[in-house]
């Protein structure tokens, strides 16, 4: 992005979020998202009955604060009033306890040990993150979670929540897809250069970046692909789901190795053991899955 679109989309920014510093307002875009619920009326928010929802008595209060919403996080039919899809990403947003809001979430010991210093490995919750690490810090996963995802959830239903959702997401960059703004990802694989040392290992690594917004982030190429179609199946002929190859005793960095193909600098190979079993996976640089083989015992796919 360069300096002019920076410049362009920070003005434009500044004038709609200037938009959303107000608490009726925030209301408002809260009912119309409630209201489009599936399991609500489908029917759009009449100006009067909007009002007495959000408990506005003036009328002509309200109806400024509306007029300001409108076209951006409102949309005005012939029936009333409907959110529009950033009028309900941003009701997303509060909901999900991105603005302002904190969790306490007791820690947990989990079943794994450090792989650097063997201690037990504690799942936290602390600065908007879940970190898998022991006592002496060594982070073997860390993810950022706002705090409505701890809303009624122990550590553990938080835990096996963010590694579904770092799955999807990380499956998605591998096809191209940015989770935050649905932007362009760019990914590349990197020869091993110690950037994984502290998990006890020196996988390559496959640098991820988003092309339009502030989404950039490292993670071993065996978790890359841990989502990809091949390896969610060979996990599912063994009785294992796919987050199992996220984060479980079979998970896919315990049982994986990964290296430069042959004498090529541009592929590499993942291998994936299960019982005795096999699955290889050839990646090139840009993360992308070029062939995969199976072995069962002496046979073949």
């Known amino acids: 992005m360069t300096e002019e679109d920076t410049d362009s989309l920070s003005d434009d920014s500044e004038a709609v979020f200037s938009v959303l510093g ?84 007791e820690p947990t010991e989990t079943e794994y040990e450090c792989p650097v210093c063997e201690d037990p490995l504690y799942a936290r919750y602390e600065d908007e993150s879940v970190r898998i690490e022991c006592d002496d810090e060594h982070t073997w996963f860390a993810y950022p979670v706002p705090a409505g995802a701890a809303t009624d959830r122990s550590m553990d239903e938080l835990l096996d929540v963010t590694v579904r959702r770092t799955g999807a997401n990380v499956e998605l960059a591998r096809n191209g897809l940015c989770h935050r703004c649905w932007g362009t990802i760019d990914a590349r694989v990197v020869d091993p250069d110690g950037t994984f040392e502290e998990l006890g290992t020196d996988w390559p690594r496959v640098d991820v970046e988003c092309e339009r917004c502030w989404l950039a982030y490292t993670v071993p190429l065996p978790i890359f692909v841990a989502q990809s179609p091949p390896v969610v199946a060979f996990y599912h002929e063994h009785g294992l789901g796919p987050e199992d190859a996220m984060l479980s005793e079979r998970n896919a960095l315990e049982d994986a190795t990964a290296e430069l193909e042959g004498s090529s600098s541009d592929l590499f190979e993942v291998t994936i053991e299960l019982a005795a079993d096999h699955l290889t996976i050839v990646v090139d640089r840009e993360g992308q899955i070029q062939a995969f083989e199976r072995t069962r015992g002496d046979s073949t796919t």
């Not at 608490?23 to 009326?41: V, Y």
């Not at 309200?62 to 029936?79: A, R």
């Not at 009033?81 to 947003?93: D, E, H, K, M, Q």
């Open 22 to 105: 107000d608490e009726t307002r925030l209301r408002i875009l809260l009912e119309l998202a409630e209201r489009s619920q599936p399991d609500a009326s489908a029917e759009p928010y009449a100006f009067s009955e909007l009002r007495r929802a959000v408990s506005v008595d003036d009328a002509g209060r309200f109806n400024y604060h509306l007029d300001k919403l409108q076209d951006t996080f409102v949309k005005k039919t012939e029936d009333g009033y409907r959110p529009t899809f950033a009028g309900l990403n941003v009701a997303s947003s509060i909901h999900a306890g991105r603005f302002g809001s904190s969790a306490d979430v």
